[in-house]
């Protein structure tokens, strides 16, 4: 099992920034690509931004040029830095980890932290 603890939400100003961590603990070995993910009230769970063991990146639209994923691997910790925030950039955000082992291919998430933008 992998264990992810999330931290560094909150309210913030229109245009204001906010870091986002999640830290991996537990099963660690076999962690694969690290992301983000959101939801909003009514709303589907959206990708944010991912990124791999190797360090490629990839982002939604919406966050491009905003946003700036980025981890590291030897605290097994990944990061979100939001920039020039907007009030649709309000929701949950949760922390994606994959695991790839032998057998199996599996994605654990973390309980999720309230990012909420204030015009």
């Known amino acids: 099992q992998v264990q992810l603890v999330e931290s560094g939400g909150g309210l913030v100003q229109a245009g204001g920034s906010l870091r986002l961590s999640c830290a991996a603990s537990g099963s660690i070995s076999g962690i694969n690509a690290m992301g983000w993910y959101r939801q909003a009230p009514g709303n589907e769970r959206e990708v944010v931004a991912r990124i791999t063991s190797g360090g490629n990146t990839n982002y939604a639209d919406s966050v491009k040029g905003r946003f700036t994923i980025s981890r590291d691997n030897a605290k097994n910790t990944v990061y979100l830095q939001m920039n020039r925030l907007k009030p649709e950039d309000t929701a949950v955000y949760y922390c994606?980890?994959?695991?790839?082992?032998?057998?199996?291919?599996?994605?654990?998430w973390g309980q999720g932290t309230q990012v909420t933008v204030s015009l």
């Open positions: 994606n980890v994959q695991r790839i082992t032998i057998l199996t291919t599996r994605n654990y």
